[in-house]
């Protein structure tokens, strides 16, 4: 099954938790963990504070946001007007008031990354939506909360996504920049 969204929202702040409502929504209705409903969901919210504070709006005065769920796997984007620099993970020191939020995506992805198409800047995310396996139980569980799904190696959706495959399709656009966590 694959299901996908794209939600064009005001540039403002008020976007973030109409967003977040939205997309937990539609995950939770899906069937996804509610663990990763609620990364996904601070996910948006960074790449989306980024977008808001960071970049241009898109030429019609909104920002995009799309997901798309297919099969173990879910992608959040967020697409804006670009800005005067790249987006890149800070050094996010304790003594600092921002430069979290790209640390945050990575820690709680299996990769992220960067295109640039035709005057719009996407940010985008993936995570891992595990299936239940029999009686309830997830695949495999890890020590901090995650599950890992057999067969799943970011490595390889790093790869994919430099050389410009997203969702398995070819990027139209230049090789996007990669961040596998």
Do not use: Y
Not at 54 to 61: D, E, I, Q, V, Y
Not at 121 to 146: C, I, M, N, Y
């Amino acid at each position: 099954m694959r299901a996908s969204s794209v939600v064009m929202l005001p540039h403002a702040p008020s976007s973030v938790a109409v967003a977040r409502r939205r997309l937990s929504s539609e995950l939770l209705a899906s069937g996804v963990f509610e663990s990763v409903v609620d990364d996904a969901s601070v996910i948006l919210s960074e790449l989306l504070s980024n977008a808001l504070r960071h970049a241009r709006p898109l030429p019609c005065g909104r920002i995009r946001v799309t997901w798309t769920h297919h099969g173990e796997r879910l992608e959040v984007a967020v697409s804006d007007g670009g800005a005067m620099t790249e987006p890149r993970r800070g050094p996010g020191t304790l003594s600092s008031l921002g430069g979290r939020g790209l640390g945050i995506v990575e820690a709680l992805s299996a990769g992220w990354g960067v295109r640039h198409e035709d005057g719009v800047t996407t940010v985008w995310a993936v995570l891992v939506t595990p299936k239940e396996a029999a009686g309830g139980a997830s695949l495999r569980d890890r020590s901090d909360g995650h599950t890992l799904i057999s067969g799943f190696d970011p490595a390889d959706e790093a790869e994919a996504s430099a050389n410009g495959l997203v969702n398995g399709h070819r990027a139209p656009s230049a090789q996007p920049r990669v961040h596998p966590a």
